[in-house]
């Protein structure tokens, strides 16, 4: 399992956190069409999760999956340009925001069904197995995503098989605007994993080390057969479900108290020595980002002559 250092972790979440706060600028600035959805406040997952994989090991997230994206390796240019629909190497701009891929590092890509990258994240554990490859499988999910179909036959499949495949349960606490308690009769999800035979751990979701320390044993499990890990990695989100989301279905207060417990906000606070570090970190990020904005809004959008190319029907 390779070292994660504060700064590290800092810097990669930093650059999470600038990326999607720009992209809430420049959606408001009417550059990004359509709506965008965004895990501010969950950057640790991705951030400690992505340190502990191989450069072949497959990446799957959700429409909420700009972190992983970029924690994976993906260009930032890239990343702004295909959200402002620019020709980009990602989806050429046909994608935006929830259909990030990038086959160069393994991330296959995010996906706007709910519980949609299960099955393929599936393929890529079944394809490691069958190659009998030194890889894993790697999927985010929200809580709502286990209340679907296809994730109940994918965890199922996988468990049946010992196939390599970590399964990383975002808990924001809601499913769009309603609270997973609300829709499910189990206390805890960890009893849905109880259900498949899968073994599963429940993390602090805002300590990237927690993360991962839980995706490195998980993967270190998986590559000795020893099947798949449901991590389930405890959070909140700090902004709307969507960029239009008012969020009025939330108590009071609640969103200011996630604010004191967040992910860069608790690494500052568990390294009161490092802030001076942090705060440079911040500064060249925010230089990283700039840039990354202007190479994009020079990109080209993609020619109209191509408009019926990727369609199958
Ligand atoms: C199959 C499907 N059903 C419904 C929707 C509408 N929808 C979009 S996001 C969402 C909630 C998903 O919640 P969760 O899995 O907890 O992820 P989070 O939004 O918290 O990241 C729903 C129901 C959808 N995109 N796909």
Redesign the pocket.
Known sequence: MSDLTPEQAYRAMARIRQFEEMCLELKSGGEIPGSI?L?VGQEAIPVGACSQLGPDDAVTA???GHGWALARGVDLAQAFAEIMGRESTLSGGRGGSPYFSDASVNFMGEN?????GVPIALGAAVDAWQGDREVVSVVS?????LN?GNTHEALNFAAAFDLPLVVVV?N?I???MTP?KDMMGIDSLQERAAGYGIRSVQIDGNDAFAVATAVGDARDRGLKGGGPTFVEAETE?LVG?YSGDAQAYRPPGEVEDARTREPLVALRGSHPDLVNSFDAIDAEVSVDIDAAVTAARAMNEPAPSTLTEHLYV
């Open positions: 959805h895990a959700t429409y909420r706007s069904i709910v519980g949609g999910i929200g809580d709502g995503a679907q975002e924001n809601y499913s769009e997973w989100r479900h």
